[in-house]
């Protein structure tokens, strides 16, 4: 009588992953690290830019608005951004991976956060500018309010300052910037 081995083998669910961008060089270094690393071959990618500008109800109390041919420009460079990151990872990671690519316009971390509830994101990699005191105060802190606000595991890369006589000091040694 022949027994069958039952095995408890289960699909592996493809891991999501947003990589939240900026045209910043910490980004480029974050899209090298991901490059470095080994994935799962169902990993999906969505690369995500948000441009965040002011909104027409606070800033038209001031006499302020945003011009419509500079929102498009802006806009235009951030779809640009997002697909040079498409096909970098892409051309590394090779063309079984899913590499998808999003612009939306909004609050920055609150549309991050919203992307991957949407998106149903396993893990959310976002570079640390490491602002501190009155730059901080203005210009807000996106890794934090990811930290305490995001629905998935957040990586958040940090980029060690520049070194005194060290141009190129960075956190990830190896890794590539595009």
């Excluded at 947003?18 to 999906?44: C, F, H, P």
């Excluded at 396993?122 to 005191?133: E, K, P, Q, W």
Aim: hydrophobic share 45%; glycine share 6%; aromatic share 6%.
């Amino acid at each position: 009588m022949a027994v069958e081995a039952q095995t408890n083998i289960k699909e592996i669910a493809p891991m999501k992953v947003l990589v939240a961008v900026d045209d910043s060089d910490l980004s480029k270094q974050m899209i090298g690290e991901i490059t470095t690393r080994q994935w799962n071959l169902k990993t999906q990618f969505l690369i995500l830019n948000v441009v965040s500008l002011p909104t027409a109800d606070y800033w038209q109390d001031w006499g302020l608005s945003v011009w419509p041919e500079l929102k498009e420009k802006l806009i235009a460079e951030s779809e640009s951004l997002v697909q040079k990151h498409v096909v970098y990872l892409k051309e590394k990671l090779g063309p079984e991976f899913a590499v998808e690519s999003k612009v939306l316009e909004g609050h920055t971390c609150d549309s991050i956060i919203q992307t991957a509830k949407e998106w149903h994101a396993d893990l959310i990699m976002v570079a640390s500018h490491g602002r501190s005191g009155i730059e901080k105060f203005f210009l807000g802190s996106v890794a934090e309010g990811l930290l305490i606000q995001s629905p998935c595991s957040l990586e958040i890369i940090k980029i060690k300052s520049k070194a005194p006589g060290n141009k190129k000091a960075s956190a990830m040694s190896g890794s590539l910037a595009h």
